[in-house]
């Protein structure tokens, strides 16, 4: 919100080049209502952030709260109540399509914004076209790669896989970095060094501040990544993890231990498909072309990560790599002022920067005409 409020000064049109029929210039006004649907996994977070850019632009807002998690929105709700007019931010609850299907049709909501599965942002899409020409962007999934080049600092690369992993939310974050691609000089170490990691977390109730992980969202969440991990035995070699912890603190609730798959065919759907779970997979390369190529070849292009001293070998995967985002030396991070988005089939526009604030305006240019025409 600070970021927003201090960029709101931006919303500026332009003054074109005088000519000699008059004064031609832009301005940016607001689309009146917007709509935001907002996923399970980071419900709070995403309920506040994505009513800044729309706010600051001038909008009202209906926000639609997530199925599985719809409390921690309430409060923000709560907060919007105490400092803004009625009105301004309603939020709305529901299970199943019509909640979200009813924004995205709704003739007077001409801006929606979407983060979660590509499956419902596709719906979204196809919904909002049904009924007139909608402003729709969408940040959907992500299958990240992690590239260790071999001459990387394995141990610091490790840290950064499993850190941008994002385990204390149990794997669900479209950011997570869950494809790790290692060159054939450090695979063998690279294997173990993820085993080791991975099971040494401790996993625990989520109010527990000595857990490291907590459960998956739901019943139905835990089936889908146990199915997807079921065939990832078939594909690959599980490495660790694959079931719910043991103890009897784990046979209630919706658990899965932390999982590691190596010596993963690129072409498995292990390797393609977003398991928004605690799932790592381990995949081998030997030159740069081949890690391009497997980096690229899922249908998403979120974030990637690379590691490496050589600026050369830096910049040529930066650009290489289809990915909207593309960490070097690092992973997961958000930078304050730097636009966030992917991809291929994981998104369509950008957040977190100017380029969100202004796609919340519709630009209107003015010609004003004195003179002889």
Known sequence: FDFFCGLASEMKGDTLPRLSSGLHFSMRQPYGVVGRIVPFNHPFMFAAANLAAPLIAGNSVVMKTPETSPLSATVVADICNEVLPAGVVNMISGYGLPAGDTIARHPLIRRIGFTGSIGTGLAIQKAAAETCVKHVSLELGGKNALIICPDADLAEAINAAVA???????????????RILVHEDHYDSAVAMLA??????????????????????SAAHLARVTELIETGKTEARLVTGGCAPDGDQFRRGFWMAPTLFADVPGGSSIAQKEVFGPVMTVQKWSNLDQAIAIANSVEYGLTASVFTPNITTAITLAERLDAGVVHI?????????????????????????????????????????????
């Not at 941008?164 to 794997?171: L, P, S, V």
């Not at 080791?196 to 969202?217: C, F, H, T, W």
């Not at 089939?345 to 604030?357: D, F, I, Q, R, T």
């Open 164 to 178: 941008g992993m994002n385990f204390a939310w149990a794997g669900q974050s479209c950011g997570s970095t869950s």
């Open 329 to 373: 030396n690092g992973s997961k991070m958000h930078y304050v002022g730097s636009s966030f988005g992917g991809t291929k089939n994981s998104g369509l526009g950008s957040e977190e920067g100017l380029e969100e604030l202004l796609s919340y305006t519709q630009s209107k240019t003015v010609h004003i005409s004195h003179g002889q025409q």
């Open 196 to 217: 080791e990691r991975l099971s040494a977390i401790k996993v625990g109730d989520a109010m527990d501040y000595a857990s490291q992980m907590g459960p998956l969202n």
